[in-house]
């Protein structure tokens, strides 16, 4: 079955990406379908991604058990993307956990860590940082524009590109903080729906592995892969020590 993409939309995006046009589709719609395999294409009739119905629907449980954990109402949309990529937004005023089609081509078939990938996003949301991201970017627009008049009234040129790093700097060190307090409540949302937590492990270590990457390593908005995989490491380790003891069996007397 061929599902043209519902719309192309404009999402604001909080802590993993930058605001940009996109073709969308609703999971929540692609799981009505009753074929094996769902061909996802866009206006034009070119198939974007083709998708095994099944592990759509694993993949909506999946999002609908995490969601239900942290207590956050959002739609779950796969979206057009080269690179891989997850973000969070708001669409048409509501609120949107995405997957664009290169990451999920990047996971494949793994619902292990496709649950991973959704718990650190609907993370973002229950810890309010998109709400904070907004006035982030609301309080470094009104820092730019003052440091450029400031600095065009002394005579300094370049004063756009000066004023764009540095806000570039200010949101990187909030971002990065973030994206940590979202790993370190993913693992809960893992654990507690019957996930392995060690997707997000190999996850972070398929990111790895893909060529690329910024320049300037400190204006990433995400710590290092390294950082974040011995960070999960320690909060999985830590995780699984504080889960009580198996109650013993009578046959294992």
């Known amino acids: 079955m061929k599902l043209a993409a519902v719309a192309a ?3 604001w995006i909080a802590g993993c990406s930058m605001p940009q046009a996109r073709l969308y589709w609703r999971v929540r719609e692609l799981a009505l379908a009753s ?6 294409q866009n206006p034009e009739g070119t198939i974007v991604l083709t998708m095994n119905a099944q592990t759509v629907n694993k993949l909506l449980l999946a999002h609908f058990r995490i969601t239900r954990s942290a207590g956050v109402q959002a739609e779950l949309v796969i979206a057009d993307g080269e690179h891989p990529n997850a973000l969070v937004g ?6 949107v956990v995405a997957i ?15 649950a991973a990938l959704l718990a650190h996003e609907t993370a973002h949301w229950a810890m309010g940082h998109v709400d904070a991201g907004k006035l982030r970017s609301k309080t470094i627009e009104g820092m730019g524009a ?5 600095l065009a ?3 300094i040129p370049a004063a756009g590109l000066i004023t764009g790093i540095a806000g570039d700097l200010i949101e990187a060190s909030f971002s990065r903080d973030e994206e940590r307090e979202a790993d370190a409540l993913s ?11 060690h997707a997000a492990l190999r996850l972070q270590e398929k990111m790895q592995k893909l060529p690329g990457g910024l320049p300037v390593p400190f204006l990433s908005r995400h710590p290092s892969g390294t950082e974040r995989i011995d960070n999960l490491k320690k909060l999985i380790a830590a995780k699984k020590t504080q889960q009580p003891a198996e109650p013993e069996r009578l046959g294992d007397r």
């Open 187 to 197: 693992v809960d949302y893992i654990m507690a729906n019957g996930f392995d937590p």
């Open 9 to 11: 939309i404009w999402v």
């Open 35 to 40: 074929p094996p395999v769902i061909e996802l």
């Open 146 to 150: 003052l440091l450029g008049s400031g």
């Open 90 to 95: 708001l669409m048409t005023g509501r609120r």
């Open 100 to 114: 664009n089609t290169a990451m999920i081509m990047l996971i494949g078939d793994d619902i292990d860590e496709f």
């Open 153 to 155: 009234m002394v005579g």
